[in-house]
């Protein structure tokens, strides 16, 4: 496998609208590298847009992939973007409900990219577009423990070179014009996030190591939060964790992943779920907090 030949995407959705009127984040990860970028796009955006932006920012960088992981967004499942891949000659891979069995790794970093980009969007409001490469230069340019190097390092072979200062975390006093000290805090204040957003996500997988299971017929709540156009900002811009439920278990659908018999109220939500987003149900009680 070669560095942007097998990638994973998802979309950061509902974030604070910006004045240019994008309220999403396109992110796309290479599998290999971990290198990723980061696209501002309106929540309504048009699939031919959708697609020439895909051709600027990978294609023309990067070169065809050969395999691309998402999730069962309407915009990854409809005949547009498959007729597209497939002139292209790339293989569609569609995973589970947030949570691709196909490559465990990128699922995980594709869940503390979106942590850390909410939590960074909650610092800056709706200017969150203008610091976007700003998020991605320090994404890219931190250590990465899966691959022992920073993405941009395992990308090009060799360290990025970054002004002096961004090396620093805040410690010295800065000199220089303010558009390298307002920089400069943004980047300390993004790396407190992603750092922040990776002993989330470690911790997250460290108590889920062992996966549950459960049989047909089971009763379980189902966590919502991670689901697209569902989570809302609260009063403080935080997220809203909540189970849903309970809902009754058709099926088993590979070794960690099971089939929700849903209401109708939620007739548009693929109905295929990862056991990290179930809670078994011990009464026959309603729950929705």
Not at 203 to 224: C, H, M, N, T, W
Not at 258 to 268: H, K, P, S, V
Request: aromatic letters at 10%; one cysteine or more; proline letters at 4%.
């Amino acid at each position: 496998m070669w560095e942007w030949e097998q990638i994973s995407m998802d979309f950061t959705t509902k974030l604070p609208r910006t004045p240019s009127g994008c309220g999403t984040i396109w992110v796309i990860v290479d599998r290999l590298t971990k290198s990723a970028h980061f696209l501002a796009i309106k929540e309504n955006v048009k699939m031919e847009k959708l697609a020439r932006l895909y051709v600027k920012e990978v294609v023309s960088r990067h070169g065809v992939p050969i395999s691309i992981i998402s999730d069962r967004d309407a915009r990854f499942t409809s005949n547009f973007w498959k007729s597209l891949q497939q002139s292209l000659g790339t293989r569609l891979d569609m995973s589970t409900a947030y949570h691709p069995q196909t490559d465990g790794q990128s699922e995980r970093t594709i869940q503390t990219l979106e942590d850390m980009l909410r939590a960074c969007v909650v610092d800056f409001g709706n200017s969150w577009e203008t610091h976007l490469p700003l998020v991605e230069f320090s994404y890219n340019n931190s250590y990465h423990t899966s691959i022992k190097v920073a993405p941009f390092e395992a990308l090009y072979g060799r360290k990025c070179r970054s002004p002096i200062c961004w090396a620093e975390v805040g410690d010295s006093q800065l000199t220089g014009p303010e558009l390298l000290h307002e920089t400069t805090e943004k980047i300390v204040q993004i790396r407190n996030r992603m750092a922040v957003a990776r002993d989330r996500q470690k911790s997250y997988a460290d108590k889920r190591r062992k996966p549950l299971e459960f049989q047909i017929g089971d009763k379980v709540f189902l966590k919502v939060s991670p689901w697209k156009g569902v989570i809302r900002f609260g009063k403080r811009g935080k997220l809203n964790p909540r189970y849903v439920g309970p809902f009754e278990i058709l099926r088993r659908i590979g070794p960690v992943a099971y089939q929700l018999n849903l209401t109708a109220e939620l007739d548009g939500v693929h109905n295929v779920f990862h056991v990290s987003n179930l809670k078994k149900c011990l009464s026959d009680e309603t729950l929705i907090r």
